[in-house]
């Protein structure tokens, strides 16, 4: 048998137990509260000027996410060896090796997937890359033809590439 200091020790430590179950419980339904409010539409926020919407692949959770693009000046540039009329540079940003790469026979710039800078990057860089290797070629031929495969905000990225 117990004594009643012993009972009165159990009586308080279950007390103490039934006070954490408590609080973890009230902590289980915030956290389910606040994954209910993540995984709940969200309506479609307008985007500022100079960012560029993305697409999340089919199978995954929606999250809005933008990209910053720096404004593009048409004012004219200081008159430079290696710059166009309207400011655009000459060189690339492939290395000299790259650039002296000839270009392959197999490889059919048709065929290869447009990236614009609003579908989904990932699936974009999965296809291209499997164009390119569908066609016998390697990594120096990817960092080649990159620029063939753009379009729009994405080649004007490109094109500001420092070399």
Request: proline share 10%.
């Amino acid at each position: 048998m117990l004594t009643e200091a012993e009972r009165q020790e159990q009586y308080n430590k279950l007390q103490e137990e039934e006070l954490r179950c408590k609080a973890l419980q009230e902590k289980i339904r915030a956290q389910r509260l606040m994954l209910k409010k993540m995984q709940a539409p969200q309506p479609p926020q307008p985007l500022s000027k100079g960012t560029v919407a993305t697409n999340p692949p089919r199978n995954a959770r929606v999250r809005t996410r933008t990209i910053p693009i720096e404004e593009i000046s048409d004012q004219s540039e200081p008159e430079e060896e290696g710059y166009y009329r309207r400011g655009h540079p000459q060189r690339t940003p492939l290395s000299e090796e790259l650039e002296e790469i000839q270009w392959p026979h197999r490889l059919n710039p048709a065929v290869l997937p447009q990236f614009d800078g609003e579908s989904d990057p990932e699936e974009f860089l999965l296809k291209y890359e499997a164009t390119i290797e569908a066609a016998g070629e390697g990594t120096a031929c990817k960092a080649k033809a990159f620029v063939l495969a753009l379009r729009g905000l994405a080649q004007r990225w490109y094109a500001n590439i420092p070399p």
